[in-house]
Nanobody
Framework: QVQLVESGGGFVQPGGSLKLSCVAS????????VAWYRQTPGLQRELVARLTDGDSPNYGDPVKGRFTISRNDARDTVFLQMNNLKPEDTAVYYC???????????WGQGTQVTVSS
């Protein structure tokens, strides 16, 4: 079993930066893909960034050039560096990991990011 704990969300002004962290515990060696999604009230969940073993990262169009997804060397933590934040980035951000041992993915609890003047 893998469990995820997110942190790093908060309130920032437009143009500011935040770095989200998602720490995985349990059978972390089964993780082969990591991703960040976000949800805004009234809108569908959208992919922010995804990183799969052996592949280059993928980013949703609204965040390209501003956000960066990465993993630490121990491979138990996934990060989302968010730069030049915009009000439209306001959402609840969720980390998500895909496992080699099951078809369903694992979700973090979510962390609120609010970008406002």
């Amino acid at each position: 079993q893998v469990q995820l704990v997110e942190s790093g969300g908060g309130f920032v002004q437009p143009g500011g930066s935040l770095k989200l962290s998602c720490v995985a515990s349990g059978h972390i060696f089964t993780i082969y893909t990591v991703a960040w999604y976000r949800q805004t009230p009234g809108l569908q969940r959208e992919l922010v960034a995804r990183l799969t073993d052996g592949d280059s990262p993928n980013y949703g169009d609204p965040v390209k050039g501003r956000f960066t997804i990465s993993r630490n060397d121990a491979r138990d933590t996934v990060f989302l560096q968010m730069n030049n934040l915009k009000p439209e980035d306001t959402a609840v951000y969720y980390c998500n990991v895909g496992l080699s041992t099951q078809d369903s993915s694992i979700w973090g609890q979510g962390t609120q990011v609010t970008v406002s003047s």
